[in-house]
C-alpha cells in the first residue's frame, strides 16, 4: 500500500538523516501540533530527521483539525475499529519514510500524543520489525485482548522499548488508562516505563519533554552532549 500522509518535516541538524522521529498528533489536530517538539530535541538529536504526518480524515467535531480515526462513541469497539482500519496507512508511511532516509526499523521512533499514541502503540507493536521505541503522551493501549498480535521485536528479540507519559489530572483520558495500559502490556510480556506528571491536564508539560527526550535519545542508542542541554 502506497502511503498518502504527509506533513511538516525537520531536516537533520546535521544534514545527513540517521535516525527518524515520526510524531502522531492527537484528535482534532495536526502534524503542527507537534513537529514542534522536533525543534527542541533537535540539538540533542542532530542527526535525527522529524515528521509529522497530518491525519487522513477531517474531523468531525474540530474541522479545522484532522482524525485518524472517528470517535463518537469513545466505546472500546470503536477504537479497535479504528486503529486497525488507521494502521496500514500509517504502516505504508512509515516504509516509505525509511526508504526516503535509507533507514530501517531500529533507527525509528514513534512519538504520539492521545490518539496518535493508540495509533502508535497498535502499529509500533505490529510492524515486522520493532521500532527502536515508541513514546507515548496520554494516551492508552486499544484492544489489550488482542496483544497476541504483537510480534514486532528488536534484532535481540525483545519487545520494543515503551515509555508512557500522564497527566495525573487529565481530563480526557483519565490518568488511569496509564496504568491500565501499563498492566496489559506487563500480562502480555512487554514491559515499559511510566512518567506522571503532576497538576497536569490532556497536554504535555515540561517534565513530559524532558522524559521523553532522554527516553528518545537513549532508544536511538544518541549520547547527548551536555551544551544541547545548555542549549535547550
Not at 509500533?124 to 496483544?147: C, D, H, M, Q, T
Not at 491536564?201 to 551536555?226: Q, R, V, Y
Request: with cysteine; hydrophobic share 45%.
Amino acid at each position: 500500500m502506497a502511503s498518502t500522509l504527509d506533513g511538516p518535516r525537520i531536516s537533520a541538524k546535521n544534514l545527513t538523516a540517521k535516525q527518524l522521529v515520526v510524531f502522531l498528533h492527537g484528535y482534532g489536530a495536526d502534524g503542527k501540533d507537534l513537529i514542534a517538539i522536533g525543534k527542541q530535541w533537535q540539538n540533542m538529536m542532530p542527526d535525527a530527521a522529524f515528521v509529522a504526518p497530518n491525519a487522513p480524515e477531517i474531523c468531525a467535531q474540530s474541522p479545522m483539525g484532522r482524525q485518524w480515526f472517528k470517535l463518537e462513541t469513545f466505546e472500546p469497539e470503536e477504537q479497535w475499529q479504528g486503529v486497525t482500519q488507521a494502521g496500514p496507512l500509517l504502516d505504508a508511511f512509515l516504509d516509505d519514510e525509511l526508504k526516503r532516509y535509507g533507514l530501517d526499523d531500529s533507527r525509528l521512533l514513534l512519538v504520539g500524543f492521545s490518539q496518535g499514541t493508540m495509533l502508535a502503540l497498535h502499529v509500533g507493536l505490529r510492524r515486522a520489525k520493532a521500532p527502536a521505541g515508541i513514546l507515548g503522551f496520554s494516551g492508552a493501549i486499544v484492544g489489550p485482548e488482542f496483544l497476541s498480535e504483537a510480534i514486532a521485536k528488536t534484532p535481540a528479540g525483545r519487545p520494543p522499548p515503551i515509555l508512557l507519559v500522564h497527566g495525573n489530572q487529565d481530563e480526557m483520558i483519565p490518568v488511569e488508562a496509564l496504568f491500565l495500559s501499563a498492566e496489559e502490556l506487563a500480562k502480555a510480556g512487554i514491559p515499559c516505563e511510566w512518567h506522571l506528571s503532576p497538576g497536569l491536564g490532556h497536554n504535555i508539560d515540561a517534565g513530559g519533554l524532558t522524559h521523553g527526550g532522554l527516553f528518545a535519545c537513549k532508544s536511538l542508542k544518541i549520547e547527548i552532549p551536555k551544551e544541547a542541554w545548555l542549549r535547550r
